[in-house]
């Protein structure tokens, strides 16, 4: 058993790959990342976020960054040194406006492309075959659209881009987008709805479960320590 409690409630955690877990966690209005030595034990704060921050999830990809979605602003945060006390944010996705006048403002990357910022971001996940970030758009403020979105970005030149969207059924407040292998799976949390879609954003098949979801993720036990 593992406790980050003394910096509050766990949102979301991710393995490394390297003997660390990382954790999101929120206490008194404020965010944390906190990083767990799977074999000591020991935990340790390693990056406190701008009050401005609500932290959602984290994905970790192994090269010593993590990618953490924030609910308000509704953004995709990058942070760089995460294993060490020198852990900083390093690039934020997000609106100019929202992050006006917080000391992120000159992490924000340049937007390219013609399309909607998100409005509303919970689970995120990291795709390593293609390195790009998939998420649930909400899409809060236009009710009746929902998308799954898949983030492309570019240190060199600071910007990022959506590499791949597609209307998906309608959920306000949980959700989340996953790409796998082939395929994506969908989670319209709200209405209880998990689906599966081509290459191409068509519906292979889609499911409900009676109930509200705030995620649904598709596994291959072959590539997870239960083989």
């Given at each position: 058993?593992?406790?980050?409690?003394?910096?509050?409630?766990?949102?979301?955690?991710?393995?490394?790959?390297?003997?660390?877990?990382?954790?999101?966690?929120?206490?008194?209005?404020?965010?944390?990342?906190?990083?767990v030595?799977?074999?000591t034990?020991?935990?340790?704060?390693?990056?406190?976020?701008?009050?401005?921050?609500?932290?959602?999830?984290?994905t970790?990809?192994?090269?010593?960054?993590?990618?953490?979605?924030?609910?308000?602003?509704?953004?995709?945060?990058?942070?760089?040194?995460?294993?060490?006390?020198?852990?900083?944010?390093?690039?934020?996705?997000?609106?100019?406006?929202?992050?006006k006048?917080?000391?992120?403002s000159?992490?924000?990357?340049q937007?390219?492309?013609k399309?909607a910022l998100?409005?509303?971001?919970?689970?995120?996940?990291?795709?390593?075959?293609k390195?790009?970030?998939?998420?649930?758009?909400?899409?809060?403020?236009?009710?009746?659209?929902?998308?799954?979105?898949?983030?492309?970005?570019?240190?060199?030149?600071?910007?990022f881009?959506?590499?791949?969207?597609?209307?998906v059924?309608?959920?306000e407040?949980y959700?989340?987008?996953?790409?796998?292998?082939?395929?994506?799976?969908?989670c319209?949390?709200?209405?209880?709805?998990?689906?599966?879609?081509?290459?191409?954003?068509?519906?292979?098949?889609?499911?409900?479960?009676?109930?509200?979801?705030?995620?649904?993720?598709?596994v291959?036990?072959?590539?997870?320590?239960?083989?």
């Open positions: 058993v593992y406790s980050t409690k003394r910096w509050g409630n766990m949102k979301d955690f991710d393995y490394d790959g390297y003997g660390n877990l990382y954790a999101v966690t929120q206490k008194k209005n404020r965010s944390y990342i906190a990083r030595d799977v074999g034990q020991k935990a340790v704060k390693t990056l406190t976020f701008d009050k401005k921050v609500h932290a959602q999830s984290i970790v990809p192994g090269d010593g960054s993590a990618f953490v979605s924030s609910k308000s602003p509704s953004s995709v945060i990058k942070v760089s040194n995460i294993a060490s006390t020198v852990a900083k944010v390093s690039a934020v996705f997000g609106k100019k406006s929202e992050w006048n917080t000391k992120y000159k992490r924000l990357y937007k390219e492309g399309y998100p409005d509303g971001i919970n689970l995120l996940l990291y795709n390593s075959d390195s790009t970030l998939s998420f649930l758009n909400n899409n809060r403020t236009k009710k009746g659209e929902s998308y799954y979105y898949e983030y492309q970005w570019k240190d060199e030149k600071k910007s881009t959506v590499f791949r969207n597609f209307k059924p309608y959920s407040k959700g989340s987008g996953q790409w796998f292998g082939t395929h994506y799976v969908v319209s949390g709200d209405g209880g709805i998990f689906s599966e879609y081509d290459t191409s954003g068509k519906l292979i098949k889609e499911f409900t479960s009676g109930m509200a979801l705030r995620s649904t993720v598709k291959d036990f072959k590539q997870t320590c239960f083989n």
